[in-house]
């Protein structure tokens, strides 16, 4: 592990390998997803890598109907919306990500704070935005 | 460490000028800042001799993207004929002008100037509405990008924590939506300028006249929950949640108070002024408020020593409607959470006890991003100047107004405090 970056270039190569990584602060123990090479807390850089449990909840989402040109690209439209949102993770930190799995078309009937998982988009492929993280609901 | 601030040495606004918002295809933003300019120069009481202007200080968020031109700051400045007077510009994404207007006010405090031009303008309608949402991501952060992101999506997944956190919904929304239309009749440089229920008559009216079925919306709530009429964005931000693309310009005379009254008897004095910064979507502590703006407010009401009691009327940053309650929240009007109660009770409509966006706002004046900042704080001027016309807030004693500029997604927020003495 210690060979990624701990910059944004290391996190991609986590999610190329199917992992949500994010970065540890020595001093506050403080965890950063995606990571962060200085601690804004203790503004010390002395940081390290620290796999999630990939787990959270939803703290925050919507359904976007005009999106943005790479998801339009992917056949996204006011027909076929997709969601976006903000996960907290089991861990406390907070990540933007898609979210799969949820009915975009009856937005009004997802819960903020149901359980997700993440998953990894696009992995191994040759899309330009390299692996997308995304997050679908826990199967209780 | 905080500490309170306070000027070198005051500053006035004696000066103010915008163009007509709107979408222009035969005015570029270059037209537009010489229209305010010289409304600016008409509006200057005493008169103005452009050779005392010192300097420019100009706010452009992404002329760049827009219409693939920088640098122009000093090209506008040719166009006044300010040549060869300093001109800077200022970029702090759909907060630029205030930036301007702030770095205006710091050089007269410093003593280094006297008089300084400020201002703003945004060419946005020469571009695509797919164009223009990419330009105006360049603000947000690349994380949400990537996680597919819009700025209208942003705002939304930040409203769906805020009703989740405070048993709020899009019907609270629409409150903003309807005040914000109520006011802009009576602004003749707005956008828009119907009323909801003028809109819905003109559609009725328009599908008797072509035959079609005619809607049977019963009121304005209705009108807004048809999805054929305000379809959605990014849930649950609707069409009519969403301020519009549009071009305009906003110029700003200030000078150091001590010479004020060579240009003015009724200047206004910069009492308070705030600037925060935020953080990313994912990273800010609550989504349910701005760090950047709850610190500009700290700022600007420590400096003025006044409370939010003391302001009589506010222009917000409403790019979004959700914001607009977020907003009168952070700035003290209103407790968190009480903001949607608020608009539900029409505490914020002109003739409640906190007129919020008189303008119109950007919902419905329009939102020329790099101009907005200074525009707002000329809505504050036309109001303790008694310009407002039909809109001026029915308040006996108009004394004192503050505009709140937000830029990105709440990544530079600015308050301003002007006063009429």
């Not at chain 1, 290391?10 to 995606?34: A, D, H, I, R, W």
């Not at chain 1, 089991?90 to 009937?109: F, L, W, Y």
């Not at chain 2, 956190?165 to 009576?186: F, Q």
């Not at chain 2, 009323?195 to 559609?203: F, V, Y």
């Amino acid at each position: 592990m210690a060979e990624n970056p701990i910059n944004d270039y290391g996190f991609e190569q986590f999610l190329n390998e199917g992992k949500l990584m994010g970065s540890k602060c020595n001093g506050c123990e403080t965890l950063y997803v995606p990571p962060r090479s200085l601690c804004p807390g203790c503004r010390q850089s002395e940081m390290e890598w620290a796999e999630t449990a990939g787990e959270g909840r939803l703290a925050a989402f919507t359904s976007i109907s005009i999106g943005t040109p790479a998801m339009i690209k992917e056949g996204y439209d006011r027909n076929n919306p997709y969601c976006s949102g903000v996960v907290e993770l089991v861990e406390g930190a907070r990540v933007v990500a898609r979210i799969e799995g949820i009915d975009s078309m009856h937005p009004e009937t997802v819960e903020v704070g149901m359980p997700l998982r993440v998953k990894f988009l696009n992995q191994g492929t040759d899309d330009d935005r390299g692996t997308v993280l995304a997050f679908s609901p826990i199967e209780e | 460490m905080y500490k309170k601030r306070k000027l070198g040495r005051g500053v006035a606004m004696v000066g103010a000028g915008m163009s007509k918002f709107d979408m222009f295809n035969d005015k570029d933003s270059k037209d537009l800042f010489v229209e305010a300019y010289i409304q600016m120069n008409a509006s200057v009481d005493k008169g103005l001799d452009p050779e005392d202007i010192d300097a420019l200080y100009l706010g452009n968020f992404t002329n760049d993207f827009f219409v693939q031109q920088s640098h122009w700051g000093a090209i506008l400045s040719d166009s006044l004929g300010l040549v060869p007077k300093p001109a800077t510009r200022t970029e702090g994404a759909c907060a630029s002008s205030a930036l301007a207007f702030r770095e205006g006010v710091f050089a007269i405090a410093s003593g280094f100037y006297d008089v300084v031009l400020i201002g703003g303008v945004e060419d946005m309608s020469k571009r695509s509405t797919e164009e223009v949402a990419e330009g105006l991501a360049l603000a947000a952060s690349p994380y949400e990008r990537k996680a597919g992101l819009t700025f209208p999506g942003v705002f939304a997944a930040i409203a769906t924590a805020y009703f989740e956190k405070y048993g709020a919904s899009r019907e609270h929304l629409m409150n903003v939506t309807i005040k914000s239309h109520d006011n802009a009749p009576l602004n003749p440089k707005a956008q828009f300028n119907l009323a909801i229920r003028d809109m819905m008559a003109a559609k009725v009216k328009r599908a008797k006249s072509q035959g079609k079925a005619v809607p049977d919306w019963i009121d304005e709530k209705d009108f807004l929950r048809d999805e054929r009429a305000n379809p959605p964005i990014a849930w649950p931000m609707h069409l009519f949640d969403c301020c519009p693309i549009s071009d305009g310009a906003a110029c700003i005379l200030l000078v150091a108070e001590e010479i004020a009254n060579r240009f003015t008897d009724t200047p206004l004095h910069v009492v308070g002024l705030g600037q925060g910064s935020g953080r990313a979507l994912h990273s800010a502590d609550d989504l349910t408020y701005f760090e950047a703006t709850r610190h500009a407010a700290k700022e600007a009401y420590d400096m003025s020593g006044l409370t939010p009691k003391d302001i009589q009327f506010a222009e917000v940053h409403d790019c979004f409607s959700i914001a607009e309650i977020l907003h009168i929240e952070d700035l003290g009007f209103f407790a968190p959470g009480e903001g949607h109660k608020a608009v539900e009770e029409g505490l914020t409509r002109l003739d409640g006890p906190m007129p919020i966006n008189t303008s119109g706002g950007l919902k419905c004046k329009g939102h020329p991003v790099g101009a907005t900042g200074a525009a707002q704080l000329i809505e504050v001027w036309e109001q303790l100047r008694d310009k407002a016309g039909r809109r001026r807030v029915p308040k006996s004693d108009l004394r004192i107004g503050a505009a709140h500029n937000l830029g990105g997604t709440g990544g530079t927020c600015t308050f301003t405090i002007l006063e009429r003495r």
